[in-house]
């Protein structure tokens, strides 16, 4: 058992000290570049990809678009659209005529306030 413990022990030791003489290497310049390379190839490739993927949802978003736009309820819905604006551009028109100008009318409605 004794004999048991201390051939744990030294295995322990000696890994340890494999593991800090592994580090103690000077770093492999070569080996660094071709990492290094390796990894710049592959940023690059993924570049290419999100591109690629980019520019195809690009041209599907403008044919959608196309799609919808050149379709009968999107007509109907900016016909719908124009007709709104222009009754309330008229009714607008109309209040004004009648009542004045509401921006004037606030005016005077608030310095006729400050007044009193």
């Known amino acids: ?4 413990f201390l051939a744990w022990i ?4 000696l890994a340890f000290g494999a593991g800090t003489a592994v580090g103690s290497h000077e770093p492999d310049g070569e ?3 071709k ?6 190839v592959i940023v690059d490739e993924m570049a290419g990809i999100v591109d690629d993927v980019s520019e195809a949802a690009n041209e599907r978003i403008d044919e959608l678009e ?3 736009t050149s379709s009968d309820e ?4 900016e016909e719908f659209k124009e007709n709104v604006k ?6 607008k028109a109309d209040i004004e005529e009648h009542f004045g100008d509401a921006e004037e009318s606030v005016e005077a409605a608030t310095e006729f306030e400050t007044e009193i």
């Open 35 to 40: 990492v290094s390379d390796h990894v710049d």
């Open 74 to 77: 999107y007509k109907k819905a």
């Open 66 to 68: 196309s799609e919808i």
């Open 86 to 91: 222009e009754i309330a551009d008229d009714t």
């Open 1 to 4: 058992m004794k004999s048991g």
């Open 10 to 13: 030294l295995s322990i030791i």
């Open 31 to 33: 080996l660094e570049q």
